[in-house]
């Protein structure tokens, strides 16, 4: 576990008599964006829950090693802790863009939120970060006042991701970002993911289905079915030269 | 012993309802209760009856009171019922209520105005201890003489001068009529007040206090509340003038809501309104928060708050139509019911028997796995 | 006024609130729910207030009781007379003389002493109710120091209006640490809560809640350091006293646009005009 971000070691969870993750671990190096792939029901959603510490594990932890390397179990954090860690070093990156914004508030205070809760008081150089973020997130930065109901639903997950990386967080975690979106306005969100996480520096679990995305975004990816990891490793070489007969069954699937 | 089937329903209904006259007269030994007590004594209830009827005539109200024991949704009803019968024979004029004789009227906002803060009768500055010199009877101080009661300028006048508050919607040449016809959405705002001054006034009274409480919040104040006489007056078409044909008690409230507007758009304040039959405050005033919460979309405001729900509001305000559904449960259901029991019995008996079948295996299937475990027929 | 305890309230409850009070004293702005009782008053009447009143009064004390600033308005009037009744205190309209002042939307303009409570009528203790109306939620809020959805709001009015839109009831940090509602006293009235010789008391009777903020307390109002708070008033001169530095009201006299500014604080204006 030297030097690595995110662990999980053992984790297992089930809904009732329904098993949900049985024995997974993940590691997560500072930096590199891993993807969960896998179809509804493998248990990618759960894992992803488990690891944000939402969802308490029936059996093995989760730890988190913060930027003066002290190592955490996040299931065992107290609650004010767990939140702080949800406002400063991580962020969350949800599929539906209006669940994590404020829809009543402009763009231009929704991107200051973090850095207000983080005890930023100067107007003019808050409302200066949010225009530098819209621009960074190809906004028109005119915008800045505007309501997100008057955005497109493109627009909306860029704004989400302006929101959560103005206060450069170390970990962020991504679900189905380009979910619900046309394809054209998916391929220049997963552009503009891969520029700014590259650029930031910052670790990215990804949760999709879709391989296309993983393979555009992350370095690294693990194949879930019923639970289970299947199959890890390199994106590249898993996905073109798939070893476990699911991921040659979800290789062989897509659409070329 | 056989099952013998249940009859004589109707012998049962009639001696219901000679229980409930007996019930409803009470001990014989204590004097029987008159109907111009009530609608002297008891006016407050009166009055909500009337507004809630949709019918002004205090004599009806204090009468349908009687009848139904003091129950207020139940004479309520009474007088619709009533209602229904009586012809149509035109409409009034809008009623005037800048020239009503004021019993009373308040103004929250200025700490005084022209017309003054006339308080008029009112409980607001009371105390509410019980005083038990009222359970016996004592001579009655001779009635008070009056001063002639002013009319006074609505408070919204010296707002609407300098532009600060949002003027009156013009009129509506033919107001809906929702005694007349059903309820249609999208509803406009004469309609909904038509419903919200026919809607039962405790659940009027929750919706407005929850605005108050952060759920489709609008910062209200009471612009006015007036009580008092006006004239209701019609135009006979063989005369071409009009006519005074009745006076009414009407409370009417004007509520001053969060203002609108922005950097280039003056800000205005908005407002409420409520108006009641008798003197009824807490209603006129429930319903002047609701009649704004119901606004918030067509001025561009944050919905999603019960108030500011129009078809929730309107479809369940009417308790006349609320009462009736919620207590038709009283009513036989078990055909309904019987069918439901045996859907339940075949439910439980399958579950049972795959319980029996499952056994240890691996219960429910792996996710994903397409080898489903069969329960057993 | 037969068969009650002094001030109206039985001991056990007066306990029950002085504890609360204390509670409340020892964590300057942090709400302490109570055990509100049902008062003879209507809830939203000032019944807060009233209860806090009857626990702190003793038969030595002078009440003052205002409303809007004023000793005669009808609420002012029908509270004094209630403890007039029920705990036989002096009562006073002169702020200097009172020993527990209790009010209702307004802070006196007399500078007061440390050997004065201050009792405020809150309607809504919870500063943040407007942005989220779940207690649950808020009560976590607070207990994490979670207050950056407030400074959006002030963001918002800032972007939208140009400045903060907030006039009465304006939100303020307590010791650096609590986001509380002053209660709807005017933004203009904040700056005297700050450090405030007086004992700052708290009721809110229908939501069942206590604060308080101790003598020389900071309390500060909310802002951004490039528009800072400033506390607003009408332009004009009271026209009775002539005084520019208290707060006015706006009377209408006639309905064609007359109006005419008088001091809020009738006590503080009479002081003046015997004093001219």
């Not at chain 1, 970060?129 to 909306?156: K, N, Q, Y």
């Not at chain 2, 809906?176 to 909904?192: G, K």
Request: charged share 25%; with cysteine.
């Amino acid at each position: 576990m030297s030097a690595t971000l995110l662990s999980a070691r053992e984790l297992s969870f089930a809904f009732g008599p329904i098993p949900a993750l049985r024995g997974v671990s993940v590691d997560l190096w500072p930096g590199e964006v891993l993807a969960v792939v896998g179809e509804s029901g493998s248990g990618k959603t759960t894992l992803l829950n488990v690891l944000l510490g939402r969802l308490r594990p029936d059996a093995g932890a989760v730890w988190y090693r913060d930027e003066a390397g002290h190592l955490a179990d996040v299931h065992a954090m107290a609650e004010p802790e767990l939140r702080r860690l949800h406002r400063s070093d991580w962020g969350f990156v949800q599929q539906d863009a209006k669940a994590s914004l404020r829809m009543a508030v402009s763009a231009g205070g929704n991107i200051g939120e973090r850095l207000m809760a983080q005890g930023a008081r100067h107007y003019g150089n808050i409302r200066a970060a949010a225009a530098e973020w819209l621009e960074r997130v190809e906004i028109d930065p005119a915008r800045i006042d505007d309501l997100p109901r008057t955005f497109s639903g493109g627009m909306l997950q860029r704004l989400q991701i302006a929101r959560v990386l103005v206060t450069h967080p170390r970990l962020v975690f991504m679900d189905e970002p380009t979910g619900g979106l046309d394809v054209s306005v998916q391929a220049r969100l997963l552009d503009l993911i891969r520029k700014l996480v590259s650029r930031l520096g910052i670790a990215v679990v990804l949760v999709t289905h879709d391989l296309g995305v993983a393979r555009l975004l992350a370095e690294r990816l693990i194949v879930m079915q019923g639970g289970r990891v299947v199959e890890h490793g390199l994106t590249d070489q898993v996905l073109d030269d798939p070893q476990h007969p699911y991921t040659q069954l979800l290789v062989s699937s897509v659409l070329q | 012993m056989a099952y013998v089937a249940v009859k004589g329903g109707e012998r049962a209904i009639d001696a219901a309802h000679t229980w409930l006259a007996d019930a409803r007269r009470g001990d014989r030994s204590v004097p029987e209760l008159g109907t111009a007590q009530i609608e002297e004594q008891l006016g407050r209830a009166v009055d909500r009856v009337m507004a809630e009827g949709s019918l002004y005539d205090p004599g009806l109200a204090a009468l349908a009171i009687k009848q139904a024991q003091g129950d207020l949704v139940e004479a309520a009803f009474l007088v619709r019922a009533f209602r229904t019968t009586l012809p149509r024979l035109g409409a009034s004029q809008p009623v005037e209520t800048a020239r009503m004789a004021i019993t009373r009227r308040i103004s929250a906002i200025f700490k005084d105005l022209p017309g003054g803060q006339v308080l008029g009768p009112t409980y607001d500055y009371s105390h509410r201890l019980l005083d038990f010199a009222l359970e016996g009877s004592e001579p009655p101080d001779a009635k008070q003489a009056r001063p002639d009661a002013e009319p006074a300028p609505h408070v919204h006048a010296f707002l609407g001068g300098e532009g600060l508050l949002e003027p009156d919607e013009p009129q509506v040449a033919d107001p809906p009529d929702l005694t007349r016809q059903p309820l249609r959405f999208p509803a406009d705002r004469a309609l909904r007040l038509q419903a919200l001054a026919r809607g039962d006034e405790g659940f009027l009274l929750g919706l407005g206090y929850s605005t108050q409480r952060g759920y489709g919040g609008t910062h209200p104040f009471a612009g006015e509340i007036r009580v008092g006489e006006v004239e209701v007056e019609i135009v006979p078409p063989e005369l071409g003038f009009p006519v005074s044909i009745a006076d009414l008690t009407l409370t009417e409230c004007q509520m001053v809501n969060q203002f609108k507007g922005s950097k280039t758009v003056p800000p205005q304040f908005t407002r409420g309104y409520g108006l009641a039959f008798g003197h009824s405050e807490r209603k006129a005033m429930a319903m002047a928060l609701v009649d704004r919460a119901l606004r918030a979309a067509e001025l561009g405001e944050e919905t999603g708050a019960p108030a500011q729900d129009v078809e929730f509001v309107l479809y369940h305000s009417d308790n006349v139509e609320a009462t009736g559904f919620v207590e038709h449960l009283k009513l036989p259901h078990y055909v309904d019911f019987q069918s439901e029991l045996e859907a339940v019995r075949r439910m439980r008996a399958a579950a049972a028997s795959s319980l029996a079948t499952a056994g240890s295996g691996e219960g429910w299937g792996e996710v994903g796995d397409s080898r489903k475990t069969e329960p057993a027929k | 006024m037969n068969g009650y305890n002094f001030a109206y309230l039985d001991e056990q409850t007066k306990r029950m609130i002085r504890r609360a009070l204390l509670k409340a004293v020892a964590i300057p702005g942090h709400q302490v729910p109570f055990g509100s009782r049902e008062m003879p008053m209507p809830y939203g009447w000032g019944t807060g207030g009233i209860q806090i009143t009857a626990s702190v009064l003793g038969p030595a004390d002078v009440l003052k009781v205002i409303d809007q600033g004023a000793d005669d308005t009808t609420n002012a009037v029908s509270i004094r007379r209630f403890f007039a009744r029920t705990a036989g205190v002096r009562t006073t309209t002169r702020t200097a003389e009172a020993t527990v002042i209790q009010t209702r939307h307004r802070i006196p303009e007399t500078k007061l002493r440390e050997d004065q409570i201050l009792v405020y009528q809150v309607p809504q203790p919870e500063p943040l109710w407007r942005l989220v109306p779940s207690r649950a939620e808020t009560r976590r809020m607070h207990a994490l120091a979670e207050y950056g959805v407030m400074h959006v709001r002030l963001y918002e009015d800032i972007a939208r209006l140009g400045q903060v839109a907030i006039s009465y009831d304006y939100p303020v940090m307590v010791n650096g640490r609590y986001l509380m509602s002053p209660s709807p006293i005017p933004a203009f009235d904040n700056p005297k809560m700050h450090r405030m010789a007086a004992l700052q008391l708290f009721g809110a009777g229908r939501e069942k809640r206590i604060y308080a903020v101790p003598p020389y307390t900071e309390v500060r109002s909310l802002d951004f350091d490039d528009h800072p708070f400033r506390p607003a008033r009408a332009p004009q001169a009271c026209i009775l006293c002539g005084a520019t530095d208290s707060y006015l009201d706006e009377v209408v006299t006639d309905d064609r646009g007359g109006r005419m500014f008088v001091c809020s604080d009738t006590d503080y204006c009479a002081g003046r005009r015997a004093a001219a």
